[in-house]
């Protein structure tokens, strides 16, 4: 009898100490379920008064697209639910927040464009298949990869892909709207760049990790600011030639500025040395003054970042050099805007051209969200980048934290430089606005990203429940 009961004593005690991980893992995924309800909520809403304003009466397939944003939700959630339960909540609710409100703006888009441009086909329907196949392989990542740290053999091999889909655009002949960033198959296009940097992320995370100690030792101090020693200057130099190369020959100013911010960001990281920050600053400012004095389709971008309005006036007093009045055009779109907005579907974001739908698209919701809708798209975007530097605090392996860094740090660099782009901040440099714009490579590589942060965290949440356990036992 005796023993019998310390048996069942001890099972008790087990299944206490069992209770506090499986909790924390029901609390992660209810809290997940109710933000992607809302989210949904919102996207059909969007749609249904996108459809209300320009057609004045209730959207025809109202049905099909809450149909199809509950799938896409759906079927992510119950793949985190079993095979990473441990996940952050935040992640994918964020996610599907921004891929619907892109659906919503190239649903509200289509026709403005197809009743301005003859000819102009309807792109919604493309991005929610692109979108599917994005949400397909962020499950299918989740499911197959249980361990992120597997990816840590591999960072020499995924090195040498990364490189090869950057320099892929050069060997392909012609280029779109001035830039070799895409590699075109028939009617098929691809931007291999989207993919790169998460790929160099992976590599910069194992080869940071295996030499961050030799990295982190000081070298000489120039003006009180300690400099990495020379030895160990070779791998930025290194990368700051491959972003010079893609930013002189393929004239891709947005991947180049993506890639070296990247290497700054995480090589900072890994070593806290300030050093390596200047340095990369000074070398990315000689970089862009180099490429802007010797590519034209560079200096053209820096033109008209300086002279926006100055398009408008007769040729022969114009800039050498400014052909575009893109932005000339965003900047009326969002002062038309003001503060809330002219309402959405009632504004004209189709004069921008055919950059509206791409690059271009965070005027729209400038214009007919005003300065309130695009505050809230940026804090989505802070809020999804805040979630991934919170994972990299959380979880206990250095490449992990590395990764989760990186990871964060390519989202919040595209999102500046296209937000800063189209507002006027930086020169314009043509990438996509992750998840809201149009953009098929962008879209399924936001959405790899997206599995790779969600599979960190449930790492990280499954250590912070053994500490638990570790704690109540």
Do not use: N
Request: proline residues 5%; contains cysteine; hydrophobic residues 50%.
């Amino acid at each position: 009898m005796e023993s019998v009961r310390r048996e069942g004593s001890d099972e008790g005690s087990d299944e206490s100490q069992e209770r506090p991980e499986r909790s924390l893992a029901v609390r992660r995924r209810r809290r997940e379920a109710l933000l992607l309800g809302l989210a949904v909520l919102i996207s059909c809403f969007g749609y249904a008064y996108a459809g209300l304003s320009m057609g004045g009466g209730f959207p025809d397939r109202f049905g099909v697209f809450a149909v199809g944003m509950g799938c896409l939700a759906l079927v992510p959630h119950l793949t985190v639910r079993r095979w990473a339960p441990y996940a952050d909540p935040l992640i994918l609710p964020l996610t599907i927040l921004l891929s619907g409100l892109g659906l919503v703006l190239l649903h509200r888009l289509d026709p403005s464009y197809a009743e301005r441009f003859e000819g102009s086909g309807a792109t919604a329907s493309d991005q929610l298949m692109w979108t599917v196949l994005g949400v397909a392989l962020c499950a299918g990542v989740v499911l197959v990869l249980r361990d992120h740290r597997t990816l840590q053999r591999h960072s020499y091999a995924m090195m040498a892909v990364a490189l090869v889909l950057l320099m892929a655009p050069a060997l392909f002949p012609g280029d779109t709207y001035g830039a070799k960033r895409w590699i075109l198959v028939g009617p098929l296009s691809f931007q291999p760049g989207e993919f790169a940097k998460i790929l160099m992320a992976v590599f910069f995370a194992g080869y940071l990790v295996a030499h961050r100690d030799a990295l982190a030792r000081p070298g000489r101090r120039v003006l009180g600011v300690p400099l990495p020693p020379g030895r160990q200057l070779g791998p930025i130099v290194a990368v700051w030639l491959l972003s010079l190369m893609v930013l002189v020959f393929e004239r891709d100013l947005g991947t180049s500025l993506i890639f070296f911010g990247l290497f700054v960001v995480m090589l900072y990281t890994a070593t806290e040395r300030l050093g390596w920050v200047a340095f990369g600053l000074v070398m990315a400012a000689v970089g862009a003054v180099v490429a802007g004095a010797t590519e034209p389709h560079v200096k053209g971008r820096v033109v008209a970042w300086l002279h926006p309005f100055d398009i408008f006036l007769p040729e022969e007093r114009r800039p050498a050099g400014l052909i575009s009045h893109q932005l000339a055009d965003a900047l009326f779109a969002f002062g038309s805007g003001g503060v809330t907005g002219s309402g959405l579907g009632r504004g004209h974001p189709e004069f921008i051209g055919f950059a509206g739908r791409s690059d271009f698209i965070l005027t729209t919701v400038g214009e007919e969200l005003g300065l309130t809708g695009t505050m809230a798209v940026t804090v989505l975007y802070a809020l999804l980048v805040q979630r991934g530097l919170s994972v990299a605090l959380h979880v206990r392996d250095p490449f992990g934290k590395l990764l989760a860094v990186g990871l964060s740090a390519a989202l919040a660099l595209q999102v500046f430089v296209v937000g800063g782009g189209v507002m006027g901040l930086i020169p314009l440099t043509g990438k996509a606005l992750p998840f809201l714009a149009k953009g098929g490579s962008s879209l399924v590589a936001g959405w790899l990203l997206i599995a790779l942060l969600i599979r960190i965290s449930d790492s990280a949440g499954r250590t912070r429940a053994a500490e638990t356990r570790a704690e109540g036992g």
